[in-house]
């Protein structure tokens, strides 16, 4: 896919040319914890304890010169997580605070490379 088909989730805009946000999460398997010789049979019976998930907010610059990542979730066992929070409102400041720092950042990157 093309940087130009790819669209804003919130405004529908085509992602700039200079770089996107973005939220990253999923769930991944290190194979090497199998058996070579019995992966199907112990990926039957294993398969969720091997899962590690994943949750990360930044920006990647395009061209890739720089990236600002806040990791959220990392390495969690069996791939699946909840992270509580006891109101939307906890989960708006918790969210802004991850991106009021990630700007911060961002803004230090642009400045580091207006002096190089």
Same mark, same amino acid.
């Given at each position: 896919?093309?940087l130009s088909?790819?669209?804003?989730?919130? /405004?529908?805009?085509?992602?700039?040319?200079?770089? #996107? $946000?973005?939220?990253?999460?999923? $769930?991944?398997? @290190?194979?090497?914890? +199998? @058996?070579?010789?019995?992966?199907?049979?112990?990926?039957?019976?294993n398969f969720?304890?091997?899962? #590690?998930? +994943?949750?990360?907010?930044? %920006?990647? #610059?395009?061209?890739?010169? +720089?990236?600002?990542?806040?990791?959220?979730?990392?390495?969690?066992? %069996?791939?699946? %997580?909840?992270?509580? %929070?006891? #109101?939307?409102? /906890?989960?708006?400041?918790?969210?802004?605070?991850?991106i009021d720092?990630?700007?911060?950042?961002?803004?230090?990157?642009?400045?580091?490379?207006?002096?190089?």
């Amino acid at each position: 896919m093309r940087l130009s088909d790819i669209r804003c989730v919130n /405004c529908g805009n085509v992602l700039a040319n200079d770089g #996107s $946000a973005y939220i990253s999460g999923g $769930a991944c398997v @290190d194979y090497t914890l +199998f @058996d070579e010789d019995r992966w199907h049979e112990e990926a039957d019976k294993n398969f969720e304890s091997k899962l #590690s998930g +994943f949750l990360h907010i930044g %920006f990647h #610059s395009n061209p890739d010169i +720089f990236s600002v990542d806040h990791v959220i979730v990392d390495d969690e066992q %069996f791939g699946q %997580f909840t992270i509580p %929070f006891c #109101s939307l409102k /906890c989960l708006k400041e918790y969210l802004t605070k991850i991106i009021d720092e990630l700007e911060k950042q961002y803004q230090n990157n642009l400045l580091s490379l207006s002096y190089d």
